[in-house]
């Protein structure tokens, strides 16, 4: 056979060509029409700039809309969901080559192109869909994960995507059956539906089958395509926008600003002061359920679920519904799920299709607080100490000093020629057990020589408690005086132990005009080890694992550097636990929840502790004040007969830098 005369007539066994056309006017009126009325929706939502820096927006969309990587994190769920949408992409293509082959005589399907392409590669592919359709099912009625959503419309999308390809076969092994195609090996699939089919049907039951399925087929791929932007099967076209769109700042930096002066609107209550990209954030929705399996709040039963906050703003009723109150008119944004969010970021992170859950929870919380004053009573303690007195420790008799006893630690004020300034943070300051992670640190920048200074009494609180808790006024007004003050010493350099103020002045304090050089305690310290500055013995008795703070991991992407401190101390990487690094599973401590006394039973530090119990480890290492805290409290609950020490990693430099020390002084002395 000549390989150039490889081909198959287009539309065989089928008349009336002309209807299909006809039936695709209303077809494509109804889907356009559909998506108008997203797109309607999101041009109703507040500006936002998203189409700055198109090269990184373009390869964001090809790793994660093309090639699914953050899909594929879930190997079952992302493999599946692969074979269906590459499955259907190729479909599309080849259904497209046929509409212009036959009617614009373009001549595309002949030869090696018809053979490999047209013929084999769809065929694969159009089984693998079959294949992912199989793997969907079986994990949504048998394995039946709690994350998913259970609805109707989920299971008409997977049939009709089944019936619209199980046709597709079934029409072109007729095909093959009826006219003896002596190319129909190279459609494998197909092929086989004509080999099964000969010996049951005569040509002429074979041509009529093959009529009737080619309209049947037609009217459902129509139907389909006519229903799609009703649907979350409307994602195929909002998940790579939206990933477009996605924020390529740090997550810590996603919080936006309120423009006072203006007169803006104080927080979200209503779909309309959104913006333009939240709204498009529920349209592009898949329904995975992700962010709710990750949520720290959900995991401890808590009725918090990010996956419902969006679904359910979704499926608001459009036109007035834009105007209408949301926090509490649909169950997921009850103040008291609302509450419960720790702002750890991990429903950002895990989303493959980039929604931004926690800002909005920050945007419904800001309504609560500026606008209604309805917040836990604990947390209304800590911002009115945040007014009064600075820091959010309303019980506190500590002052910003005590931790600097015997030590001989400068002010900024008295001390120009510092090279950096120890910001020391309100959890380090004024929590007891915190001072010693301070000490420690100083100590450890003294023994390294880098000149360094602080603020003492002058310092306050960087604001993070009050913007996350949702008071934006107050948070600018301390941020403006702080970048005020900084600037008034001419500070250049900062570094703090606090996750949480290295987040405000790196990502936020730039917007008031704040441009420090910022490091987290970590880096300084790694860095330090790195150039011999600070040499630590070597300690092996003691394993170590080491729980990520949230507002240093996911918020910023800072891992390595305090496991590099930990190696330094005991010669071997920590020990991980089964949640770590970008899904580390949160201390519970973030978003103003140090200050709420949570329901027992229902305490995110407590499964954390369990977490880090379960390595066997002898030491929690920690990098955070506000993580010391919560898991102090949580080991303590949950260790039983174990004795696991919880420790910042610069008290465990410390001790091993001074253990070094008496070693060497004793050597010295032997010698």
């Not at 009709?160 to 002596?182: K, M, Q, S, Y």
Request: with cysteine.
């Amino acid at each position: 056979m000549n390989v150039a005369q490889a081909t198959r007539p287009i539309y065989w066994n089928v008349s009336h060509i002309w209807l299909m056309y006809a039936l695709l006017v209303p077809t494509i009126a109804v889907a356009a029409y559909g998506i108008y009325l997203r797109v309607r929706r999101w041009c109703r939502g507040a500006p936002l700039a998203r189409f700055d820096r198109p090269i990184e927006r373009v390869m964001l969309v090809v790793r994660h809309a093309i090639a699914q990587r953050l899909t594929a994190r879930e190997r079952y769920a992302g493999l599946f969901h692969r074979f269906i949408a590459y499955g259907f992409v190729i479909l599309t293509i080849a259904t497209t080559l046929v509409a212009f082959d036959a009617d614009l005589g373009t001549s595309i399907l002949h030869g090696w192109f018809y053979l490999y392409f047209q013929s084999f590669t769809v065929d694969v592919f159009g089984a693998l869909v079959l294949v992912g359709i199989a793997m969907a099912a079986l994990r949504r009625w048998i394995s039946h994960p709690a994350k998913l959503v259970y609805t109707d419309e989920a299971a008409l999308i997977l049939a009709a995507v089944l019936v619209i390809v199980a046709t597709g076969f079934l029409l072109e092994g007729w095909r093959i059956a009826a006219t003896n195609d002596p190319w129909g090996a190279w459609s494998p699939f197909g092929n086989l539906v004509a080999r099964a089919s000969r010996p049951l049907m005569s040509v002429a039951a074979l041509q009529i089958a093959h009529r009737a399925t080619w309209w049947f087929h037609l009217a459902v791929s129509f139907s389909f395509l006519a229903w799609v932007p009703y649907t979350k099967m409307m994602h195929v076209l909002t998940a790579p926008l939206n990933v477009y769109t996605a924020n390529l700042d740090p997550i810590g930096a996603s919080l936006k600003s309120i423009d006072f002066k203006k007169g803006d609107v104080l927080g979200v209550n209503s779909l309309d002061r959104f913006t333009w990209k939240d709204l498009l954030d529920l349209d592009a929705c898949t329904e995975c359920g992700r962010c709710t399996a990750a949520c720290p709040a959900h995991a401890v039963g808590k009725s918090l679920s990010p996956r419902d906050i969006i679904l359910q703003l979704r499926d608001l009723p459009d036109g007035n519904g834009h105007a209408m109150p949301i926090i509490g008119v649909v169950p997921a944004t009850s103040p008291e799920s609302l509450w419960e969010c720790t702002t750890c970021a991990a429903c950002v992170e895990v989303c493959p299709v980039f929604i931004e859950q926690m800002p909005k929870i920050i945007d419904l919380r800001r309504h609560l607080v500026m606008e209604q004053a309805e917040f836990p009573d604990s947390m209304q303690d800590a911002i009115v100490s945040l007014e009064k007195r600075g820091h959010p420790f309303s019980g506190t008799q500590a002052t910003r000093l005590d931790w600097a006893e015997g030590l001989d630690v400068r002010l900024v004020s008295d001390a120009r020629d510092a090279e950096v300034l120890l910001w020391v943070g309100c959890g380090g300051s004024l929590i007891e057990r915190n001072q010693k992670v301070i000490r420690a640190t100083a100590q450890l920048l003294q023994k390294a020589g880098v000149r360094f200074a602080v603020l003492g009494r002058e310092e306050k609180c960087c604001g993070d408690p009050a913007r996350r808790i949702g008071n934006e006024f107050l948070f600018e007004s301390l941020a403006r005086d702080n970048v005020t003050k900084l600037q008034r010493y001419q500070v250049k350099k900062v570094v703090t132990p606090c996750p949480h103020c290295f987040n405000t002045f790196k990502n936020e304090y730039p917007q008031y005009g704040g441009a420090f050089e910022v490091y987290h305690h970590s880096q300084l310290l790694s860095d330090l080890v790195d150039q011999g500055k600070i040499a630590p013995a070597s300690e092996t008795k003691r394993s170590v694992t080491f729980h990520d703070p949230c507002y240093l991991g996911r918020h910023n992407g800072v891992y390595d550097a305090p496991r590099r401190v930990v190696g330094a101390v005991s010669q071997s990487a920590p020990i991980e636990m089964a949640r770590s690094r970008n899904q580390s599973f949160c201390c519970g401590g973030g978003g103003g929840m140090s200050f709420v006394d949570e329901p027992a039973g229902k305490r995110v530090n407590q499964e954390r502790a369990r977490e880090a119990l379960e390595t066997g480890a002898d030491v929690l290492a920690v990098s955070c004040p506000f993580c010391m805290t919560m898991m102090q409290d949580g080991i303590n609950a949950r260790k039983g007969d174990r004795d696991m020490r919880v420790m910042d990693i610069a008290e465990l430099l410390w001790e091993a830098a001074e253990q070094r020390a008496t070693h060497q002084q004793a050597a010295d002395i032997g010698g």
